[in-house]
Structure formats: structure tokens, C-alpha cells
């Protein structure tokens, strides 16, 4: 008998074909993780958790005998009144409340668990960060060295002394540089020759062929500077690697929890949804009534402040925010406001100049985002801020403006935001 | 299909040792083990189980693992090594939230059909649960595994381990040659039929030559003993014609394809046209497979009866000879009973009989017989009633029967009574359902006629055969489902699987479902994307 201790075996042996099997069913498992993720809370948002996708799908059919008709014979224990000839009434087909489909098949969905990790893979999965390419050209200030082949000036430092070896001896072969052992072995037999004595002519022929060896292989050098390498490094401008985020809302009295609430939400995936593209993010927080402040997260969405409505005050701290701590060269700067579209009519055309000319500049992604209340009549008319934004959002790439009323409606506006332009398509297909 | 998992734990307990008294032939105190206890507990337990019983065992190979590699283990059909594939992901996920829920709980232990004997037992057993384990798996099942004419007849134990490393690697070469969606899609294909990729019968041997020159011989002999030129003479009968050429061609192409043939997938790897040779092995991988578990199927009740009853009697017997503590023998028996619980027929918990109950009444039912048999038990069991050797009726008819053998042999009035079994008869043209047979005179011997065809895996699974293919035109492959009871098979998954068929044969596709007098369905399949 052997004991074998495979506690401390490496584990993980079924992760290879649960992938397989997470990638099998990953249309469904899909679909399943955005409709569980819309009943769950935004702080809930990452976790991973339990998906039901229908059984249907991941289907293995075998032939077995169906469940109806024929002629059934069951052998059961625990008789306790029944006597040969009796009849039962046949329960009701399918019952018993074990939910079976309508179709008749009575295989449940199939439930199982995700990780954080494959949850949040497959809620943002193609979705994409607008105008990265761009960014990563106008980033050049920080370069990174790549290497690229060789060439035959350069650094004592880069000397690539393989690549050099490599030529000196494809050139010594082709030259026929005599090697330091055929030129001792010669030597050797000359001596040889010589202590013996009598081979005086031999003797001679051997020093004749000694010489003209060694003025080989002085003329054919062990290492020419035609064979030296240097490695070669190409400069390629490397991807700003951090973002700023910020996030502006509106504070006067008009904004209710509710519409606090749903710009909380979106601030809270494009948060995630950044910090999976960025190794760093910044958040930065901007309220304003009449007047802009930068406040911290607590305040910024708990804490109430009484004034008028002057956005273009958020716009200009932001500008100052940027000029302090977050040049545009080193970081990528994203902003969203969220905003019950009050605003003071003569601080337009200042809001509408600011964005223009100090923000969008600045900014990889601007978002807008109206928050409101669902009104019955299904419109309401455009607000006065709306108004003054669509005008720049018809210009200007980078701007990207939404209504969004309900929260079920955040998920699907960040998912049109940031779509990759098949998944648009498809989405609006 | 698993290897043979212990029903599972559906709560924990442990009883605490009552303090002991300095006894010195106790084998471990209180729940905690280390190997060494282990090693103790498997000499002590093999004691009983070889020197008193009498069990020939393969070599046992102990393998201590947690709850984590348990459950890897379940999704590999129990087995150490397996092909990978995504519907043993698809296990796991499962059993892994079931197990985190709570809703499983998972086996004390695995134990795998191999020489030697391979026991998986989880680090988390309290000590008496390990002697349990072992009596039950290192002991029982191994004996059973050894002994059994059914796994005799279609395991070979000492090269499993071996074949699977094969497959695993050569279906990953594949994977890499020809892509892991093309191996998988065959893979779908072929476990969609794997439970039509198996020999039910041994196969008839070729004869060799001086074997079969002897056989002609011999017949040419009788034939001219029995020569009568009178026969010549008898004038042919009138309606009898000489059989058609089309109906001997159809014969000949039988003979020579071997029809009918109900190994679905062996006809596939044989006879196939398009498939290539990876794809060939393949499927005959999937299908040695679905054989080496073949045996298990069909011994599940008595597998688990023969373990059960040898833990019982192994921890009955340690607690008698003071090896255990009156405290382990309760926490055993408290394990114990709730395995072997069988709840009945109107018991919200009631789902089917449970193996370890039937498997192990009936061992203990046969001791009985055969150490303190009735009248009722001399004439219905006159060759083992009262011959007092307990021990080797036993192991003899571990030896020589399966589920349905042993219950139509061995299944006694008395534990027909016990167990209160009666026979219903649900025909879907009547409106009730009828009680058949009931635990009494008249009943006995029909309620066991009945239970034994609910255990006889042939008769469970459908009884489907290719029956024709004209390799020489269409080569429409024509299958044949000989429909039991006007039972048949669940339609939806039937076309899905003959969708299967058909893309593994790669061409049209035929199954016609009827028995003797009726048609009762027929499926079609057109190939959609051939295998080539």
C-alpha cells in the first residue's frame, strides 16, 4: 500500500476546461452578465457572481428514451395500502412544481458562478476608449527604445559581440585564415624534425609553408572592423499609460437624489471601465452651483449646496485643474458632466467658448450626460444647456451628449458611448 | 458514470469521543489522523477484510487530497487524468456552485478501476470517516473491481491509466495539428453517441486456419454420412421462389459491413467513408472510454451493495476486536445509516431506490440465507440456504452476476416484505395506473421479474442498430430504434444527435423508430457540416 499526499499537487487542473467551456457558452454567458448587472447595484457592478444562461445552450444531447407514452413499469418500495389490481390515479404529467419548461423538456437553466475577473470581461467586452490611436501619436514626449536589427556604427555599449563573432567567422572561413592549431601542430612537427635530424629538405619546406601561414593569418585579421555589429534601437513614442478623470456635476437645488444618483452611476462605470484600460486613474471631482470647486468624493455626491447655476465655473476649474497637476502630454484626460440642463442663459455663449477652446482640446472623451425624470408625454423640451451643447457635439468628435432618465437606461447609453463601431452596428441593428 | 463515488455527505457530524480509558489497541483517538494513522488504520482494516473475509484485492494506492481537487475530480468522471473538453467544464462550474452553495456536498471518496487500486480520500475526514473510506473503497470496491466477470470481461484494470495519458496527449497533438474548435466539434459528436459506442457482446473470434480446416472437415464428413440421393429427387414446393439477386446483394453487403451493428460509433470508425485517421482515433478513444465504464453501469446496485456490506462488517468486527472506540463506532453507525436510508415511494425525498440500501439489504439478506434460512428460504433458495459459509456465498456471487442477474436470482420474499416493494404498470392508453404485483404469495415472483428489467442496463438504454448503408450508391446510412413498450426515444434530442450522425458519416442520415407492428417515428438528417 502507498499513501500519496496530492495536497499540495498544483490545483487549478478543471481551470483549462471551464474556459473552454466559458468561451463555448460566452454569447450566452453575455447576454446573461448584462441582465444580471442591470438588477444589481453600481457598487455590485464588478463582482462576479452567479449567471443562469439556458440549458438550451450548452445542450448535450444523447438518445435516451423520451418521457411520454408507452407502457411504464416502476418497482417502488414502501408499500403500505395498495393490494394487487388497484388503480391510481396517474399524477398530473409534469407536475410537480419542479419548474419544467413549457416545452416539456424539464431541464432547468444551468446556473453557475463567475469571478470578478471573467464578470467584468465579459461586461465590457467590445468596448473600446475613443481615440486611443490618436493619443498614442500626440504622446511623444515619453519614447521608448525597441529594438530593431543591427548596424555597423554605433556605441561601444550596444557592441553586439554575437552578430560580430558571427561575421568575423563566415569571413575568416572564406578567406581560409589558417587556425592557431594547424599553425602549432606545424610547429610541432618542425621540432619534431628537428631533434630527429636528417630530414633537412622536409625541414625546410615546412618552414617555407610555417611563413607563409603566419603571413596569412596576419594579413587576414581575427576580427576586422568590417564585421563589427551594433544593435539598433528604433524610438517608438510610448502610450500614456495614465488618465485623469473627471467627473463635473451640477449642485444647485434643482439636481434630486435621483438624478445624483444615476450621474453616480455612470461615473462608476466609466471609472471601471478606464481602470481596466489604464495601469493609473485619477479621479478628480468638480462641483458647481454658481460658483466650481474641487471637492472629494463624499461631498461630492452627499453634501448639499444652495446657489444659482453657472457651469462654465466647472469648466474653467477644470482647465485650472489640468494647468496644475495634469498636463495633456502626460495624461489622458476624460470628462464627464452630468447635469439637469439648468443653466444661466447669459453663461451660454462663455460655456459654449470655454469648451471649445480650453476643454475639448485637452480631452480624449467629453460626455455629457441630461439626467431627469421619465416624464409621461415621453419628450419635454430641450434644455437650455441641450441646446447651447448640441452645437458643439455637431462639430467636435471628441463630444458625445445623452438623456438618460431611468436607471436601467445607464448600461445601455455607456454601452452606445463606447462602443466599438461593429459592436454599434450590431447594437443598432 | 463515475468511478464509484460514496453517496455524498449531506451533513457534517462528529461525534466526540467519550475520554478513553488507557486502552492500548485503539488504532487512533478523537478525529484527528496523520499517515501514520492511515497506515495503521489500512493494516487493521486489511486484516479483517483478507484474513477474515477472505477479499482478494488489487494493491491499494492512497491518495490524500482536498475539497478543491475533489471536485476536479468529479468533473473528470472521477478519473486522474482526462482529455480535456469543455463539458467537463461545464461539470465543474456546476458542481463547484453547488458545492459553495451548499447545496452538494461532496463524496468522502473516489476510487478508480485500476491496478493498483487508486482510493482518493479528502484531507477533511474525521479519522473514523478514513476507516470507513478505506473498509468501503480499499476493500470492497477493490475486491469487487478484481473479481467482478463483468469488469473481468471488459476492463482491463492495469492499463487504464496508461491509455488515458494516451488520449489526453494524442487528442492534444490533434488540438494543435488541427485546431481546438475542429477536435472539439468531434468530440460533441462523438459523446453524443457514446452511449451507442458500446460492445455488449464479446466479439466472435476469427478462427485460425488448422482450426478451421478441421471444421470443414468435419463437415464434409457429416454431410456424406448423410447423403441420400433421394433428396435430388423431392420436387421444390410451389410457392417458394429462388431468392432475387436484389435481395442477395442486399445480403452480401450486410455480411460484409457486419450488419446490424449497434455500436454506433465502432460502425463510424470502421466503416465511415470521409473521416481521416485522427478523426478515427478519436472516436475509438470516446468509445474505449464509454466500455471501461461500461461495467459500472451495469454493477452499480451490487458494487455499492459489496462495499457497503464489507464496511460494515469491517467496522462491526474493529469495534469487536477494541480497535475502535465505542464513540467512532456511533459516529460510523450514524454515517452509515444515512447512507443505506431508503425513503419510500410517497417520502418527499424519495428519488428512485437507492443503490447503497437495495446492495446492501440484499448482501445482508443473503448471510442470512445462508446462515439462518426460513422454510420460506429453503425452497426458494435450496442451493444456498442454511450451508453456513457466509463468506464465500457472498464472494461467490460477487463473482458471477450483475444488477439484474443477481436480483432475479437472489431478491428474497422476505426482503420483498421488508421493503414493501410492489409493481405498477403506467400504459399510457389507460386511463389509472395499475398496481401489478404487490409483497404477497402472488407477487413475489413478478415484483422481482420487474425490478430486475429496471436494472438491466440494456433494456434502459434504447435499443438502436444501423441496419443497412449501400456503400455502392446514396450511402444513406439507415439506422433502426427496435422500440420497447411503445416507448420512444425524446424527440428533440434525437435529431440533434442524428445531426451529429450525420456529419460524422457525411452523408443522409435515417433513423425509423418501430417495433413489430408499428411505425412509430422517423427521423432525417442531412449532413450541414461534414467532418473531412
Known sequence: MNIIDRRRDPGGKSLANRQRFIRRARALVRRAVREASAKRSIKDVEKGGDIVVPADGVREPVLRRGSQGGKREYVLPGNKKYIQGDGIPRPDDEGGGSGASADGEGEDDFRFALSDEEFLDLFLEDLELPDLAKRQVMGVEEVQPVRAGYRSSGPPSSLSISRTMRNSLSRRTALRRPSPEEVAALEVEIARLDDEGGHEDKIIALREELERKQRRMKLVPFIDPLDVRYRRYDQIPKPVARAVMFCLMDVSGSMDEHMKDLAKRFYSLLYLFLKRRYKRVDVVFIRHTHEAREVDEETFFHSRESGGTVVSTALEEMARVIQDRYPASQWNIYAAQASDGDNLPMDNPNTINLLKTAILPLCQYYAYLEVGHAREDGGGDATSLWKAYEMVAGTEENMAMRKVSHRRDIYPVFRELFAKDGAKAEAEA | ?532
Open chain 2, 1 to 532: 458514470m463515475t468511478g464509484n463515488a460514496m453517496l455524498t455527505r449531506d451533513r457534517k457530524t462528529r461525534i466526540v469521543d467519550a475520554p478513553e480509558r488507557g486502552t492500548s489497541s485503539l488504532l487512533y483517538t478523537g478525529a484527528d489522523w496523520n499517515f501514520e494513522t492511515l497506515g495503521r488504520v489500512f493494516d487493521a482494516v486489511r486484516e479483517i477484510g483478507e484474513g477474515e473475509i477472505g477479499l482478494d484485492t488489487y494493491r491499494t494506492q492512497i491518495e490524500v487530497i482536498t475539497s478543491e481537487q475533489m471536485l476536479d475530480a468529479y468533473s473528470s468522471v472521477g478519473m486522474p487524468l482526462f482529455y480535456k473538453h469543455w463539458s467537463f467544464g461545464k461539470d465543474f462550474v456546476r458542481n463547484q456552485m453547488m458545492y459553495n452553495k451548499g447545496y452538494q456536498g461532496l463524496a468522502y471518496e473516489i476510487v478508480i478501476n485500476s491496478d493498483p487500486c487508486i482510493c482518493y480520500i479528502m484531507e477533511e475526514n474525521s479519522a473514523t470517516m478514513q476507516t470507513l473510506v478505506l473498509a468501503h473503497a480499499a476493500m470492497g470496491h477493490n475486491h469487487f473491481f478484481k473479481n467482478n466477470y463483468v469488469f473481468k470481461q471488459w476492463t482491463d484494470a492495469s492499463g487504464i491509466a496508461d491509455y488515458l495519458s494516451f488520449a489526453k496527449a494524442f487528442i492534444a497533438k490533434c488540438e494543435e495539428r488541427h485546431g481546438v474548435e475542429a477536435v472539439e466539434r468531434l468530440i460533441d459528436a462523438a459523446h453524443a453517441l457514446q452511449s451507442h459506442g458500446i460492445h455488449r457482446y464479446p466479439g466472435k473470434r476469427s478462427m485460425d486456419l488448422a482450426t478451421e480446416e478441421r471444421r470443414e472437415k468435419e463437415r464434409r464428413a457429416h454431410g456424406e454420412a448423410l447423403f441420400n440421393d433421394l433428396w435430388r429427387t423431392v420436387p421444390q414446393a410451389k410457392g417458394k421462389k429462388p431468392a432475387t439477386k436484389k435481395k442477395l446483394d442486399e445480403e452480401r453487403r450486410k455480411a460484409i459491413l457486419k450488419l446490424p451493428e449497434e455500436n454506433i460509433l465502432y460502425f463510424l470508425e470502421k466503416t465511415a467513408p470521409r473521416l481521416q485517421g485522427w478523426q478515427r482515433e478519436i472516436l475509438r478513444i470516446v468509445r474505449l472510454i464509454a466500455q471501461y465504464f461500461y461495467p459500472q453501469r451495469q454493477t452499480k446496485m451490487m458494487n455499492e451493495g459489496c462495499a457497503t456490506w464489507t464496511h460494515h462488517r469491517i467496522m462491526t468486527r474493529l469495534h469487536e476486536k477494541g480497535q475502535i472506540s465505542d464513540g467512532s463506532y456511533l459516529e460510523f453507525l450514524h454515517s452509515h445509516t444515512s447512507v443505506v436510508m431508503q425513503p419510500e415511494f410517497d417520502d418527499r425525498r424519495y428519488s428512485g431506490i437507492n443503490p447503497y440500501a437495495l446492495g446492501f439489504a440484499m448482501m445482508q439478506d443473503i448471510e442470512r440465507i445462508s446462515l439462518t434460512p426460513t422454510d420460506e428460504d429453503r425452497s426458494w433458495f435450496p442451493d444456498i440456504a442454511g450451508n453456513g459459509d457466509a463468506y464465500g456465498t457472498l464472494k461467490d456471487v460477487w463473482a458471477n452476476f450483475r444488477d439484474e442477474s443477481i436480483i432475479s436470482q437472489y431478491l428474497s420474499p422476505h426482503l420483498i416484505r421488508r421493503m414493501g416493494l410492489f409493481h405498477i404498470v403506467d400504459d399510457h392508453d389507460v386511463e389509472e395506473m395499475e398496481v401489478a404485483a404487490i409483497h404477497d404469495e402472488r407477487g413475489y415472483r413478478e415484483v422481482r421479474r420487474a425490478l430486475a428489467r429496471q436494472y438491466d442496463v440494456a433494456r434502459r438504454d434504447p435499443d438502436i442498430q444501423v441496419v443497412d448503408v449501400d456503400l455502392a450508391g446514396d450511402r444513406r446510412l439507415e439506422l433502426r430504434h427496435n422500440v420497447v413498450d411503445g416507448i420512444t426515444l425524446e424527440e428533440k434530442d434525437a435529431d440533434r444527435v442524428l445531426q451529429h450522425l450525420a456529419d460524422l458519416w457525411g452523408y443522409e442520415v435515417r433513423l425509423i423508430e418501430a417495433d413489430d407492428h408499428t411505425v412509430y417515428a422517423e427521423h432525417k438528417a442531412e449532413p450541414m457540416r461534414p467532418f473531412a
